[in-house]
């Protein structure tokens, strides 16, 4: 059973602090991570995903890979009380075409 | 463009009635997916079809149907409602599935309450 896991939370932060959240997997096939934003009452929207080892920026988010430990992380700079939401970690492991496996979610609350 | 469009987006249901939700994507979208979400469970996926006339079993399929209609539609068939498929569910899809970077779609879910 592959999975992926994330702290619930909530993770709470300080309006312009830097949140930062973790995602650990299990299947060392996996090839590309996904970071999932929902808002209360909304569907996922995919805000980054990344496919090789290091970091990636778009914005204010940051998403960071560490195949050899099996960790993903998302930091997000400048939090605004906006970006409270739940963020989903996904992974596809693109070995024998299956689905993407998604984490409980960890929820953000950034406080004015 | 509408997207992945859901029907109904709320229905309340008595334990033992029959339902389908609808799912439709509007994007030439290979693959197809239905999730259920419920309170700290995250999203659990229930069935996806890879390719039109194609269906596989998720993690949680007891209690459930599905038909790939076509390649933009794809329904899910409660046959007999119980209070444990109480659940918001979503339909998604992809343009390919197991591809390394292609993004998942979601429609807007359809609230479902089983009494």
């Known amino acids: 059973q592959k999975e992926v896991e994330q702290n619930s939370g909530p993770l709470s932060v300080p309006e312009g602090a830097i949140a930062s959240l973790n995602c650990t997997y299990s299947?060392?096939?996996?090839?590309?991570f996904f970071w999932y934003r929902q808002y209360s009452g909304k569907s996922p929207e995919l805000i980054m995903f990344?496919?090789?080892?290091g970091d990636k920026e778009d914005g204010r988010f940051t998403a960071q890979l560490n195949k050899a430990s099996q960790y993903v992380s998302l930091l997000i700079r400048d939090s605004q009380p906006s970006d409270s939401a739940t963020y989903l970690c996904?992974?596809?492991?693109?070995?024998?075409?299956?689905?993407?496996?998604f984490g409980k979610g960890t929820r953000l609350s950034v406080i004015a | 463009n509408a997207g992945v469009t859901q029907t109904p987006k709320f229905q309340v249901l008595k334990t033992g009635q029959s339902m389908t939700l609808q799912c439709a994507q509007d994007?030439?979208?290979?693959?197809m997916y239905w999730y259920r979400q419920d309170p700290g469970m995250g999203l659990r996926l229930i069935y996806y079809s890879a390719s039109e006339g194609t269906t596989d079993k998720g993690e949680v399929p007891n209690g459930y149907n599905v038909s790939r209609l076509n390649k933009r539609e794809f329904s899910l068939r409660l046959e007999s409602a119980a209070p444990s498929q109480t659940s918001v569910y979503f339909c998604a899809s992809s343009e390919r599935l197991g591809a390394s970077s292609y993004e998942q779609y979601f429609g807007p879910g359809t609230r479902l309450t089983v009494t």
């Open positions: 299947d060392r096939g996996s090839q590309s």
């Open positions: 994007m030439n979208h290979n693959s």
């Open positions: 990344i496919y090789s080892n």
């Open positions: 996904a992974v596809n492991t693109n070995s024998g075409n299956t689905p993407l496996v």
